[in-house]
C-alpha cells in the first residue's frame, strides 16, 4: 500500500503563487505516476497535472489545458516527493487538491488524465484563491 500526505495548500490572492507538495510512500516510487487532480465543491475531481516514468531515467509530464501555462509539476525521487509550483493563481482554481499514485498505463493513450487509473490518494490539500 501507498500512502500520500498533500501539504501546502492555502488562502492567496489571484495572481499569487502556492507550490504543493505530494509526500509519497513506498520504495519504487522513482517508477510511480504521480497525479494531481482538484475537486471544487459539488463538481467532479479534475485532472491538474501528471508525471510518469518512461524507463530509466525518463520522465513525462503533462497538464491540463487550463493549467498548461502557469503550473509546473516537477518530482524529487531522492525524497519520494512530488511538487506543483502554481503561479498566477486563479478563482477558479480553487478546489481540494489531490495527489495519487498510479502503476502506469497503455503507452499513447491519456489513461493519466482519468482518476479511476489511480490506485491510492491523499486526503488533499485546500487551495483558496480570492479575487
Known amino acids: 500500500q501507498v500512502q500520500l500526505v498533500e501539504s501546502g495548500g492555502g488562502l492567496v490572492q489571484a495572481g499569487g503563487s502556492l507550490r504543493l507538495t505530494c509526500a509519497a510512500s513506498g520504495r519504487a516510487f522513482s517508477t510511480y505516476a504521480i497525479g494531481w487532480f482538484r475537486q471544487a465543491p459539488g463538481k467532479e475531481r479534475d485532472f491538474v497535472a501528471a508525471?510518469?516514468?518512461?524507463?530509466?531515467?525518463?520522465?513525462?509530464?503533462y497538464y491540463s489545458d487550463s493549467v498548461k501555462a502557469r503550473f509546473t509539476i516537477s518530482r524529487d525521487n531522492a525524497k519520494n516527493t512530488v511538487y506543483l509550483q502554481m503561479n498566477d493563481l486563479e478563482p477558479e482554481d480553487t478546489g481540494l487538491y489531490y495527489c495519487?499514485?498510479?502503476?502506469?498505463?497503455?503507452?499513447?493513450?491519456?489513461?493519466?488524465?482519468?482518476?479511476?487509473?489511480?490506485?491510492?490518494w491523499g486526503q488533499g490539500t485546500q487551495v483558496t484563491v480570492s479575487s
Open positions: 495519487a499514485n498510479a502503476v502506469g498505463g497503455k503507452i499513447g493513450s491519456t489513461w493519466y488524465r482519468d482518476k479511476d487509473a489511480y490506485n491510492f
Open positions: 508525471t510518469t516514468w518512461g524507463g530509466r531515467s525518463t520522465y513525462y509530464t
